[in-house]
């Protein structure tokens, strides 16, 4: 069964260092979403893509957040500088269209010290 | 008023027991629907999704009402392994599906 992959797992880094978080949606999803999840709350959708173009990043951090999805399929969420927070889980997922339903990868805890 | 809103719960219930969670959300123009289930330190995995006609999958039902703008989880003869949080998700209609998810609901079955 097709997954959607994300690394690492697991990243702690200190505060005013820079991360990045990698994601390959399932083949032939044409759309991918990152989302951030504090304990004990939904999922929050950072950005949209839909092929290579982002839809929405209205919820987005411009200041320290960047999200790219070049040859619309693998994408790349960075966060430079790192703050505390931002710990939290941060969860990839994809679909075939935005009115399908998401599948989700892993997730990559980060933890900022 | 929040997009999308569920109770957060917990319900705690004991096996064998029947449970049925509601979700609110305030966009008339929502289009589709589902249901997720996530496990703690897990990412969320599809459940289900909700269709204008309601739906059933073994224990669990799912259904729409449009007329008051929420939809609902019924759960059946709860077992232990259905403790989870269940998300609600609503997608709103545009040039592209605008992604809402609910906080969650927290189930525990107790035995």
């Known amino acids: 069964e097709a997954e959607v992959a994300q690394s690492p797992r697991y990243k702690i880094t200190e505060k005013s260092q820079a991360v990045a978080f990698w994601c390959d949606p399932i083949s032939g999803h044409a759309t991918l979403y990152w989302y951030r999840q504090i304990l004990g709350q939904g999922p929050e959708l950072l950005v949209q893509?839909?092929?290579?173009?982002?839809?929405?990043d209205s919820q987005l951090p411009k200041d320290r957040f960047s999200a790219e999805r070049l040859k619309g399929v693998d994408s790349t969420l960075k966060i430079q500088p790192a703050e505390l927070g931002d710990s939290a889980m941060y969860l990839c997922a994809s679909s075939r269209g935005s009115y399908n339903e998401q599948f989700f990868g892993p997730g990559t805890r980060l933890t900022v010290l | 008023r929040k997009e999308v809103e569920q109770d957060p719960g917990p319900f705690n219930v004991p096996e064998g027991a029947t449970v049925a969670f509601n979700c609110t959300y305030s966009?008339?123009?929502?289009?589709?629907f589902f249901w997720y289930r996530q496990d703690c330190r897990k990412e969320p995995k599809l459940l289900m999704s909700?269709?204008?006609s309601g739906n059933e999958d073994g224990r669990f039902t799912a259904q729409l009402n449009r007329a008051s703008q929420y939809i609902s989880l019924l759960i059946r003869d709860s077992k232990l392994s259905d403790s989870a949080t269940y998300l609600c998700v609503v997608n709103v209609a545009g040039g592209y599906q605008k992604v809402t998810f609910g906080t969650g609901t927290k189930l525990q079955v107790i035995p």
């Open positions: 893509f839909q092929d290579e173009s982002v839809v929405d």
């Open positions: 966009n008339s123009a929502s289009q589709s």
């Open positions: 909700v269709y204008s």
